[in-house]
């Protein structure tokens, strides 16, 4: 009698990646649509049509399964951040988002509702997308695409805190300006319009800048 043939261990674990990565697709959807508070095993399962224990089995718990998906945001954000540092162009978290975000259409509400419901797992996402775009900027500035500044850090930090306030709100960009900050290009022109006029030529007078600089400079003295 024939032996019964040895399993295919690439075979098996590429069914393995496959699983988690479904699991992991579906999770980000529903956390989008209904919160972690809200959401159970059993949906995601019923999504990525697998069995609740094979969740258990790849993450653990529920809150292990949110933390993973945090991570597996954060790794998309960075690397086409640094990738395109890389390629000495001009890109934002936000620009980053919207890259990856045609890949899967559920990361901005992910993202937006991660961002209101807070958390430890959150913070530790936006101090590493703080890092990042950190090095984005200084990479720009470098390459000549940004000006040089007295203050990168806090520069950097209010950049990106306008950028994740624009995700948390996107459904008030929508709103109130048309925009639609995940899909094609055209469909951003508004926001772009205001961004790109308030980042490159600025929004005060000379007069203006001189009165706010000189009270900073009076708040830093006392």
Known sequence: MDAAPLPDAAA???AVSSGRERILDAAIT??????????????????????????VHHFGSKQELRQACDDHVLAMLRTQMREAAAEGGAIDVLE????????????????????????????????????ETMRSMESNVTAGAYVPTDHPRERALVLLIWSLGAVTLHDHVSRLLGADLAGEPAALLPYLRGATEILTRGLFT??????VRDAIARLEQE
């Open 96 to 131: 980053a988002f919207r890259r990856r975000q045609r890949g899967h259409a559920a990361l901005l509400p992910y993202l937006a509702r991660a961002l209101a419901e807070g958390g430890p797992s959150i913070d530790a996402l936006v101090d590493e997308l703080a890092v």
């Open 206 to 211: 000379e007069a203006m800048h001189d009165n």
């Open 12 to 14: 098996d674990a590429a």
């Open 30 to 55: 529903r956390f989008a649509a209904d919160g972690a508070a809200g959401t159970s095993l059993k949906a995601i399962a019923a999504d990525a049509d697998v069995s609740p224990a094979l969740i």
